[in-house]
């Protein structure tokens, strides 16, 4: 089975302008991803819309892609670039790996994790998702929650507490019962890619803002594979401000 790891950076974040290009420990932000995904995959591409990014990519002797400033997700970014990378390369692929372009610290045994969930067939989505042993995490929006069945498949993802402990204390949540919080790596059977990408935005994507709601609510099965790392992401100046604090820069 082949796989390719897509690294979708745009320029005009909202949030952190042009923060693919700013500076973790000597190199750009984009090119510390690429390294972290190269020492797992054979075959890795930078997905942007902004020549300078494209420009950077090439400096440090990457590959990379332009697509459309439309997308408004790196799923959407993805599912073009996988088809401007076959036709410049002349050959397919079968899984696509989603790394996000602002998390420049990803684990390599993250990226090994969520390519196992592929050796069976049935799987057709994967992510990755890690228990929470902080009460304020569970209260957090900005982390979002994944309630899982039997079968380690995703039922619902949620920025609120999820499952609600009626009848206890919310201090006692984190003591009685297992929670989950998502780690934003996805990975897609190509075909599955193109079909979730031409599906419309559903009510409970946007109830949530959470795009994979929109696959669940579509009949799709998310995999779920669990890690003990913590996902550190660079949304904001104040997130580069906090990782410095704590020596990782």
């Not at 692929?93 to 049935?122: A, H, M, R, S």
């Not at 204390?169 to 979730?196: C, D, F, M, P, T």
């Amino acid at each position: 089975m082949d796989f390719i790891a897509i690294i979708p950076a745009r320029y005009a974040s909202t949030r952190f302008p042009g923060k693919p290009l700013i500076n973790i420990n000597g190199k750009t932000m984009v090119h510390n991803v690429y390294i972290q995904a190269k020492k797992v995959f054979n075959d890795v591409y930078v997905a942007t819309d902004d020549d300078r990014i494209y420009n950077a990519v090439v400096d440090f002797g990457g590959k990379v892609v332009m697509t459309k400033r439309k997308h408004k997700s790196g799923t959407d970014r993805c599912s073009e670039a996988i088809e401007k990378i076959e036709e410049l390369e002349g050959r397919s692929w079968d899984v696509i790996v989603n790394i996000q372009g602002d998390e420049p610290f990803i684990k390599t045994e993250q990226l090994t994790e969520i390519k196992k969930c592929f050796k069976q067939k049935k799987n057709q989505i994967a992510t990755l998702v890690k228990p929470i042993n902080n009460k304020d995490d569970i209260f957090n929006p900005n982390k979002p929650k994944v309630v899982i069945n039997n079968k380690n498949e995703a039922i619902y993802f949620s920025r609120s507490p999820i499952p609600y402990l009626r009848g206890i204390n919310e201090n006692k949540w984190i003591s009685k019962h297992l929670y989950y919080k998502h780690i934003g790596l996805y990975a897609y059977r190509k075909e599955v890619l193109k079909e979730i990408t031409c599906l419309k935005p559903s009510l409970l994507e946007l109830a949530e803002s959470l795009e994979q709601l929109r696959w669940i609510e579509n009949g799709y099965k998310i995999k779920v594979s669990f890690t003990e790392h913590e996902s550190i992401s660079i949304d904001t100046p104040k997130d580069l401000e906090k990782i410095k604090q704590v020596g990782l820069l």
